[in-house]
Each structure stands twice: as C-alpha cells, then as structure tokens.
C-alpha cells in the first residue's frame, strides 16, 4: 500500500455529549472496529485515560474524556459481542478503560496477539504497518502528554494513526492464523483478556525484600517509599520523577547522614540533593527510630514441585521452537506454575486448570500429563 492511502480528511474530534451518543449509535452498526487510548502514566501521578480513539472502514475519531463528564453511552460498545473490537496490545489499554469509566468487554481482537501467535519477529505497531502497508509511524509522541489541551495538530495526526490501519491489519492477520489453523488459540487469547485483572499491583518497594537490606534498612526503606508517595501525589507527577526505585534503595543501604554522604549515594544527582536532601535525611533518621521490618519471606517451593515446573518449562520451550512461536503462547507462564503445583494425573484433573484455554488443553494435556509423570518418576527416584 502507498503512502498515499494515509488519511486526508482530519479525523472527528468528540467533546460534547451529543455527539458521543451519536458515535456510540454509529459504532454500534459496525462489525469491526479499530480502538486505541491515550494515557498520560509518565506526567501524572495517578494516570488516567486522556484520549480515545476509534477507526470505522470510513472515518477516525478522537474522543476526549477530559471534556467529557460521562462516558457510559460508550459501555454498550466495548460490551457487544456484536461489534469486534481491534486493539493493538490490548491489555494496557482494556485496564485503563475499566479502571477508569469501568467498561466490560466482549469480542475483541488483538494485532500483537496474533501477531506473535504468528510467530512475527517484530511485533510493535510500527513494524506491522510498515510491513503490511509501507507506512512509517512516528515514534516521538509515544511518551507525550496528552493530559495537555489543547492538543498540537500533529499529535491529533499521530493518535489516529494509531486506528486508522487497524481494521485491515487485522484482515489480513485473521487469515493468516485461519491458513495456518491457528484461529482458535489466538480466539482463546482475545476472551481472556476481556477479563482485566484488578489489584495485579505488584507489593510496595519495600515489601518486595531480596534486596539483602537489614530490617532496620527496611524500615528505612519504608520511610522513604512513603515520603516519595506524598511528595509524588504532591506535585503531580509519577514517583520514579521524584526519586527511582533503585535510588530509594541505595539510599537505604548507605543509610547517609549528611550532605557529603549523599553526595556518595547512586542516583542522587546535586539537583535531587538541592531538591529533596534535607527532607530525605530526616525521613532516614525517622526510619532509623521506627521499628524493624522483619519481613516474612514466602516458604521455598518443594523440590518436587521444582522438578515439574523445570520438566513443563523444558517441554514449553521444545513445543514453541517446533511452533516458531514465543514460549508462553504454548503455555502462559501462570497456568504452567498452576499445573506444576496441582500435579494432576489424568485428563479429568487436569481440565479444570485449562479450563479458560481449551485448545490448548485438547492439543496439549496429554503430553503435558506424560511431561508431569516423567517429572515425578525422576524426582522420587532421587530420593
């Protein structure tokens, strides 16, 4: 496709209720559409969806939630089985879109999904349009605000360029996986991602241990995290711009108590030091004055459980090279960790844990019940 199939007309901008509800009653005629969001996680403290695109086969639209006090005539959308909606990695997007207006989701297709089901060796949208369509996104506003209004020309242009292809791309991948009989597992994959995973949080900082710190320097830890939380929360911006992880940690490691000493802690510029110093010091004596952190560190895996995880990973890794195929779209690493632990015997035992990713269970659960026998029968030989 030429260059010159980019779009001419400029896409519709959607900031009044009207005309929400009217493109909810358009998009809910269509059997495919294209769905993108933009998100302002690097200028904000607490992120939140700042734009959302949708593509039809004849225009682009950009809505924006910021103008927009309800968003609801939009949730008929996102739920029909009807409609199909085409994300390019759906996940980021399909948690912001319930985290914030609380969207349900059915039948939905994922071009990075398929795509790697394909076995594709670069997946990013770029790649894929410059592939299929000789068309070359701009990268430069991947990390932009879009918290800002009004929004410059060119990354109006930019965000529906994001859309715009997806109806044709995903033409194009839907056959492919049907030519290769791979429609069935790629269509297990978009039904599980209609159910975003909520509280998938990982621990706070200093929770998360392994960092060989005392509990004394966890405490100190602690003190910190929250101290940057507040002064994150604050000024609006996320933690990492006040203070990065690895920071927080060698602050607590090297317990300073001067400027000189901070001057010799990693990650603590003489700009962060003339910022936040002071603060940071008497936050590190408060640590030092509170109680110790003993932190509870989860029980070692027994050694059986090991060996079959460690049998399961060997057999995933043969499976996906015959496949040509990433390792976790033969088996996702959580339902492997599942199964290890489980042990099932039989067919029957086994199903219930690929109860979500059936063709997976018919191509698979015998060789995965031979994989786990042999795991079992080395590992009591060992003792």
Request: charged share 25%; net charge neutral; aromatic share 8%.
């Amino acid at each position: 496709m030429e260059a010159s199939s980019l779009p001419t007309d400029p896409p519709i901008w959607i900031d009044t209720a009207e005309a929400l509800q009217t493109l909810a009653n358009d998009l809910l005629r269509e059997p495919h559409i294209g769905v993108d969001t933009e998100a302002n996680s690097l200028h904000a403290y607490r992120e939140q969806v700042c734009l959302l695109q949708f593509s039809t086969p004849t225009a682009d639209y950009l809505v924006d939630p910021l103008a927009l006090d309800d968003l609801s005539p939009l949730a008929p959308v996102f739920a029909s089985p009807h409609v199909e909606k085409i994300f390019h990695a759906a996940e980021y997007d399909i948690l912001g879109l319930h985290r914030d207006f609380g969207f349900t989701f059915n039948n939905l297709f994922d071009t990075m999904v398929s795509a790697r089901i394909l076995g594709y060796e670069k997946v990013g949208l770029g790649a894929l349009l410059e592939q299929h369509f000789g068309i070359r996104l701009a990268k430069r506003f991947q990390k932009a605000d879009w918290g800002q209004r009004p929004l410059p020309p060119e990354m109006l242009d930019y965000a529906r360029l994001d859309t715009h292809f997806l109806i044709p791309l995903r033409n194009i991948l839907y056959r492919q996986l049907e030519a290769k009989d791979l429609l069935p597992l790629a269509q297990e994959d978009f039904a599980r991602l209609t159910h975003p995973l909520e509280g998938t949080g990982r621990p706070p900082l200093w929770q998360r241990g392994g960092h060989h710190l005392t509990p004394q320097q966890t405490a100190v830890l602690e003190a910190l995290w929250r101290y940057r939380e507040s002064e994150a929360e604050h000024r609006d911006v996320p933690p990492f711009k006040i203070l990065d992880d690895k920071t927080l940690v060698a602050l607590a490691r090297a317990l300073p108590r001067s400027r000189g000493d901070l001057q010799r802690v990693p990650g603590m510029s003489p700009g962060r030091i003339r910022r936040y110093g002071k603060r940071v010091l008497e936050v590190i004596k408060q640590g030092l004055n509170a109680p110790p952190q003993i932190l509870q560190r989860p029980p070692r895996p027994d050694d059986a459980y090991l060996a079959r995880l460690e049998a399961l990973r060997r057999w995933r890794q043969t499976a996906a090279k015959a496949m040509g195929v990433p390792s976790d779209v033969v088996l996702p690493k959580s339902h492997m960790q599942a199964i290890a632990a489980a042990n099932p015997t039989t067919l029957d035992e086994l199903r219930p844990l690929m109860a979500d990713i059936p063709w997976r269970f018919a191509k698979f659960g015998a060789e995965i019940l031979q994989v786990l026998a042999a795991a079992n029968s080395t590992s009591s030989h060992g003792h």
